[in-house]
């Protein structure tokens, strides 16, 4: 049975919940929510929750860990669940593409991400699938943090629930 890894990127308190840089952790919530998966792991490096289908073994990681140490979370249950990093699914935010646009692509940088940079570090490799969100960057040079830490409006939320989680569920069900 091939199995996946997927983790939407986020800090793991309700401050940053419905913030741009959780974007990838609010995806993966309304993944697990929508398709009512029952929560299989919890411990201090995060919660599975896994879902069967087709003879395909979906594990969706929440972690408990900042974004800046995301990596641990990922190396520690890539471990305990024997999965290979090519079957790394990472869905994260990226200022460089315009809100509600997607980007999916196995390997390349970080684009200073302090996410993606962790994971790098920790897994020791950039090869692993990417789906990169597009959060805009409709802020002035210098507040590149209070952007994407703030929180996205009803139209975004409302786009992401329509538009975004669709395009993303079916790649993650229908593609992979």
Do not use: A, W
């Not at 049975?1 to 840089?21: A, V």
């Not at 520690?76 to 809100?99: A, G, M």
């Not at 802020?139 to 409302?158: A, I």
């Amino acid at each position: 049975m091939k199995k996946y890894l997927i983790i939407g990127l986020g800090n793991p308190i309700k401050q940053y919940e419905n913030t741009r840089h959780n974007i990838g952790s609010y995806i993966v919530k309304l993944i697990i929510n929508n398709e009512k998966i029952k929560k299989n792991y919890n411990d201090k490096y995060g919660e599975i929750y896994i879902k069967i289908i087709n003879n395909k073994k979906y594990l969706f990681l929440l972690s408990n860990l900042y974004m800046n140490k995301i990596g641990y979370s990922i190396n520690y249950f890539l471990k305990k669940y024997k999965l290979k990093i090519k079957n790394l699914i990472v869905l994260s935010d990226d200022i460089y593409i315009d809100f509600g646009k997607i980007k999916i692509k196995y390997k390349g940088g970080s684009g200073g991400h302090n996410g993606l940079n962790n994971i790098e570090y920790i897994l020791r490799t950039k090869e692993y699938l990417r789906i990169k969100i597009g959060i805009g960057h409709n802020f002035n040079y210098g507040e590149q943090n209070k952007y994407v830490l703030s929180p996205m409006n009803l139209n975004e939320l409302n786009l992401i629930k329509k538009k975004i989680y669709i395009k993303i569920y079916k790649f993650i069900f229908y593609i992979l």
